[in-house]
């Protein structure tokens, strides 16, 4: 595949991969509140496999190389984006 393929890609996901992301943190701090379904252990063990699934993808990606690593990364920060810009 071409290394431009790779790097939209790459990009594509850390965008869906940021999306996810964010939008889990609000829900396992309304676990952690109390606010949803569930309790205090649900929202940490929600936390704990947010955390362990970023850390699995940018590791995959650091393997790759540094533009992928880079492409990830910056579509983390554009989903970011997207979740707080329509929190708002």
């Known amino acids: ?3 431009v393929f790779i790097l939209i890609l790459c990009l594509g996901g850390g965008v869906a991969l940021g999306l996810v992301y964010f939008r889990l943190v609000r829900v396992s701090l309304d676990l952690m509140l ?3 379904r569930g309790g205090l252990w649900q929202g940490l063990a929600l936390s704990a496999a947010r955390l362990l699934v970023l850390a699995a993808v940018l590791t995959f990606a650091a393997f790759q190389g ?3 690593l880079l492409a990830v990364a910056l579509g983390w920060l554009i989903g970011r984006f997207a979740v707080l810009r329509g929190a708002t």
Do not use: T, V
């Open 34 to 36: 109390g606010i949803g």
């Open 66 to 68: 540094a533009g992928p």
């Open 1 to 3: 595949m071409s290394d």
